[in-house]
């Protein structure tokens, strides 16, 4: 597997696990939680999170699979 087609995988799946994860932190904040501060900027940061996640793991599984197949 090529690494330029894992980061775009990485991009794809970052992208949508990123705007999943935004929009359930936002419903739940809004929702659920008392708190001072901004919902939004909350639950962006999750979405980031999760998107540097799926990012990452996509790179390293290419990388591992690549040390596997040597």
């Known amino acids: ?3 330029a087609l ?3 995988f990485g991009l ?3 992208a949508l696990a990123g705007a ?3 929009a359930i932190a936002y ?3 809004k929702r ?3 708190f001072r501060g901004n919902a939004a900027a909350m639950a962006l940061r999750s979405g980031l999170v999760a998107f ?3 990012f990452l793991a996509a790179v390293v599984l290419v990388v591992v699979f690549r040390a596997v197949a040597k």
């Open 1 to 3: 597997m090529d690494l």
């Open 20 to 22: 999943c994860a935004f």
């Open 12 to 14: 794809v799946f970052g």
């Open 6 to 8: 894992g980061a775009v």
């Open 27 to 29: 419903h739940e904040y």
């Open 32 to 34: 659920n939680w008392s």
């Open 52 to 54: 540097v996640f799926f």
